[in-house]
């Protein structure tokens, strides 16, 4: 997974925040590869007296509805939309970067917030699945899904020197986040770096990713900034 690091260092100051989320996924895997699949620091358990990333009790019902969880608990959203895109867009020139239909996306995106999932088999249009996907972590979510403080924490660390250093404070960041958000964002990133992997069609490489997600994960407001700050 690491060649991918390496397209969106050279992104651009923003882009580098989501370098934090790549890491993040080798971190979480190379640590679950040395416990043996499980327990101990790999399982990232929520701290005492933390808050859920996603808790459910300070959002509204619609909010709730389009956090529910899955059978891999993540939001079901997220796990749909990527199922089917696992399946049938990975090969799909453009994905992520070419529109789908509109109101497809937003039929989608509504129907999940309802409460009532928009049965994907019937769905053809692989492009307007790829773009609910971006637009659910972009626009829908009621607070970006990796905040300001996360970012700037993480980041502040990026030039400690040597890098057992700089590994072992990053992980103390990590280490801080609830469960919930690590075991979304791992699905996601896999996914992400499973996309790279068929770059030769779909013409989605490291770099391309960077730059639809990197504004999605951080809902864009803040990213130049920070950016600025620590690249």
């Given at each position: ?95 992520f970067r070419e529109s789908g239909k509109a109101e497809l996306v ?76 690590v075991d979304e964002l791992r699905h996601l990133l896999n996914f ?30 803040f990213i130049v900034e920070i950016g600025r700050a620590h690249v």
């Amino acid at each position: 997974m690491s060649a991918i690091y390496g397209h969106i260092l050279f992104a651009g100051a923003g882009l580098c925040l989501i370098l934090c989320c790549l890491a993040l996924c080798c971190c979480i895997v190379k640590k679950k590869k040395k416990n043996g699949g499980g327990g101990g620091d790999g399982d990232y358990t929520t701290k005492p007296g933390q808050k859920s990333g996603n808790a459910l009790s300070n959002t509204s019902s619609k909010d709730s509805h389009l956090l529910r969880k899955g059978a891999l608990g993540i939001p079901l959203l997220v796990e749909d939309l990527v199922g089917y895109l696992e399946t049938r867009g990975m090969d799909t020139n453009g994905l992520f970067r070419e529109s789908g239909k509109a109101e497809l996306v937003e039929d989608i995106l509504d129907g999940y917030e309802a409460g009532k999932p928009k049965d994907l088999s019937r769905v053809d249009d692989v492009h307007a699945v790829a773009v609910a996907l971006k637009t659910y972590y972009k626009k829908r979510l009621p607070q970006p899904f990796l905040d300001v403080e996360f970012a700037g924490e993480y980041l502040r660390h990026k030039d400690v020197r040597p890098a057992a250093a700089r590994v072992r404070a990053q992980r103390g960041v990590i280490d801080r986040m609830p469960k919930s958000k690590v075991d979304e964002l791992r699905h996601l990133l896999n996914f992400l770096h499973n996309v790279a992997q068929h770059k030769a069609k779909n013409k989605m490489d490291a770099r391309n990713l960077a730059i639809v997600f990197g504004p999605a994960l951080f809902q864009s407001a803040f990213i130049v900034e920070i950016g600025r700050a620590h690249v």
